[in-house]
Each structure stands twice: as C-alpha cells, then as structure tokens.
C-alpha cells in the first residue's frame, strides 16, 4: 500500500506555493522537493495512507532512521524544517488538524568552523592583473563577494539595478526574499566598473544580470565554484576554495577588526545572532595562536 494519489499531489501543490507565493530560490525549493520526496518514500514504506494519520511519534521514527544512515544533525534539521513547513501547509489547507513534526528536534552534532582565508591569502587571490574580460568578471565577482559579504546565491541574483555605484551599495535578496542594504568597498567598486566596460561583449543585449557567463546569460552557481577553484590553483591557494569561504573570510575579518557582533550580523543578513556567533570562535581561536607563539609562559620548548 502507498499513499493515495490525492494525498501525495499535496507535495506538488506545496512545491508550487514555494515558488509562487514564497518565491524561494531554486536551488532551495529543489532542497525541499529531494528531502520530501524521501519522506513520501518512508511514508510508502510503512504504508500510511494519508498525512493526517501521521503521528509525532512516526516522525521520530523517521529522523531516527535518517539518522543511521549517516545523516548530520545540520542536514537532519533541513529535513525537519522542511517537514514543518509542509504540514503548517497542509493545516492551512485544512489537510490535517496537528503538525506532527513541529516538537522534534534533530540530535546535535558538534559545529564544524567555517574554513576561512587570512587577510593576505585573500588578497593574493584577489591580485588578478589580466584584462580579459572573463578575467575581469571574476574579478569583480570575487571582491564584490568578500567586499560585501555575500552568498553565492545573492552575488548570481544580483541584477544591473542592484548596484548603486555613486552611493557604493548594493540591494541584496537573501534568504526567504529579504532584502538587504549593503556597502561595497572601494576596490570591489574599481573592479566591478572595469568590469561594467567590458560586459557589453559578452552579455546578450535584454539581459539584466550584473555577472553573465561566456553565452551572454546569467551566470551559474556551478560556474562561480568552477572559477573559484580554477583561479585558487592560478594564484597558489589551495584548491578547495569555494564561494563562501569569501563571505566566511569578510565575517571573520570585519569581526577581528570591529569586534561589532550585531553589524556583522546585519551585513551578513542573519536572521539569528547566533549564527554569527560562530565566527567569535575563529577569531579566538586567532588570538589563541598568537598567545601560544608570543607568551613565555605558553611557548613550547624546542
């Protein structure tokens, strides 16, 4: 027994109200659609017949088993975000009269500092001195993305309009379509209007994207990753890098400059402090090193 065809398009209509009334991102709602579908298939599993004759107790039961598949605390808590957003869907709609999932809670798993680069390997990557234009573009893209410390995801999205060069801002739409307001620094704002001098001879003339790709279109999140590490290796980084680890490097770096917690937190767009708080750690874990090198008492004998 499965569940019943009326009961499972409910997935369909909910995916639908995530793009056309919440409007999030693709890349999100495809998120939503892989961690559901792997509900529906638990679901079929045990043969439920209809959401509602789920109970908290089958939700846990279904965590638990995400959870010895070697699923982490973080990606748990997707999973269950998503399923609380499905039933507060689904008792809107009148589906269902409770929302089993919304008193579970994923096990914890110890939080991974992010990887970050110092201030002089940001600035080695960022020392390009090659006019081609897809050199130029990346060039632009890599300071705006560390200059404002934005996602992979915001810096894709950003149209023509979003920049505002005589005021050294840029309108940013974050996570669950918030807006938000962010300076742009004066070497970001050299690079991205060099760059501006040259889009016309790749971008197709309709579109409106800030940063496009070689075809003329939007740039691809996959293509930003590519770059990325293709220009970590040219400039002797290591090459791992990834978009966020700028935008994890601009936290950490404004944060041991200013030691401003909420500022940072607003420039990021974090909707929790707690969050941001994550990077005190690596700033402490900064000043950690220098007491070991530095202290007479800490230093280790040779």
């Not at 995801?153 to 840029?170: I, K, N, P």
């Not at 936290?251 to 909420?262: V, W």
Request: glycine share 4%.
């Amino acid at each position: 027994m499965v569940m019943q065809a009326a009961e499972a398009e409910w997935l369909e209509r909910f995916l639908e109200h995530l793009q056309s009334e919440r409007r999030l991102s693709a890349h999100t709602s495809n998120n939503y659609q892989r961690d559901l579908q792997n509900f529906l298939n638990f679901c079929n599993e045990r043969e439920f017949e209809q959401w509602s004759s789920l109970l908290e107790a089958d939700i846990r039961n279904y965590i638990a088993s995400r959870h010895r598949k070697g699923l982490a605390g973080s990606s748990l808590s997707r999973e269950l975000s998503a399923l609380r957003s499905f039933y507060n869907y689904l008792l809107r709609e009148e589906v269902v009269t409770l929302n089993p999932a919304q008193g579970v809670r994923a096990p914890k798993t110890p939080r991974k500092l992010p990887k970050t680069l110092d201030v002089d390997q940001t600035a080695r990557l960022l020392q390009i001195d090659d006019d081609d234009p897809l050199a130029v573009r990346d060039a632009a893209l890599m300071e705006l993305i560390y200059s404002s410390g934005l996602r992979l995801a915001e810096v894709v999205g950003l149209d023509l309009g979003s920049l505002d060069l005589r005021d050294a801002t840029v309108k940013v739409v974050g996570k669950g379509s918030k807006e938000r307001m962010v300076p742009v620094g004066r070497l970001a704002l050299q690079a991205v209007e060099k760059w501006l001098k040259v889009r016309g001879s790749l971008a197709k003339v309709e579109e409106t994207a800030l940063f496009v790709s070689k075809r003329g279109s939007r740039i691809s999140d996959r293509s930003v990753q590519k770059r990325l590490k293709e220009w970590a290796v040219k400039q002797g980084l290591d090459s791992s890098l990834h978009p966020h680890m700028l935008r994890h490097s601009f936290a950490s770096h404004m944060l041991e400059s200013s030691s401003d917690l909420r500022a940072v937190q607003e420039l990021l767009g974090h909707a929790d402090i707690s969050t941001t708080q994550i990077y005190t750690h690596l700033d402490f874990q900064h000043l950690a090193k220098v007491y070991d090198k530095a202290h007479p008492r800490a230093r280790k004998r040779r």
